[in-house]
């Protein structure tokens, strides 16, 4: 069974930085786009950022210019660069194929202090 462990969250101060890492199992990583998601209290869980099995990348209006997705297929691993955090980014992020196809991690808490 594919499992996602994602891990790097943690508390910030407003403009600050962080990594976050997802671990995939299994053989299907390199064959499939992959996403970052995150979901704040009482809101439903959204795409934030898209990164296709060719390395092209997409995000959500509300993180362009500020998150930044990659992946390493060889260490089935993908990233999530965050810089210029703002409050409103504090979530439980999680990752998952885009579209999501598996069972959801247990996600990292991003908390980000004003």
């Known amino acids: 069974q594919v499992q996602l462990v994602e891990s790097g969250g943690g508390l910030v101060q407003a403009g600050g930085s962080l990594r976050l890492s997802c671990a995939a199992s299994g053989r299907f990583f390199s064959l499939n786009a992959m996403g970052w998601y995150r979901q704040a209290p009482g809101k439903q869980r959204d795409l934030v950022a898209a990164?296709?099995?060719?390395?092209?990348?997409n995000y959500a209006d509300s993180v362009k210019g500020r998150f930044t997705i990659s992946r390493d297929n060889a260490k089935n691993t993908v990233y999530l660069q965050m810089n210029s955090l703002k409050p409103d980014d504090t979530a439980v992020y999680y990752c998952?194929?885009?579209?999501?196809?598996?069972?959801w991690g247990q996600g990292t808490q991003v908390t980000v202090s004003s």
């Open positions: 990164v296709r099995s060719g390395g092209s990348t």
């Open positions: 998952n194929t885009n579209p999501p196809l598996l069972v």
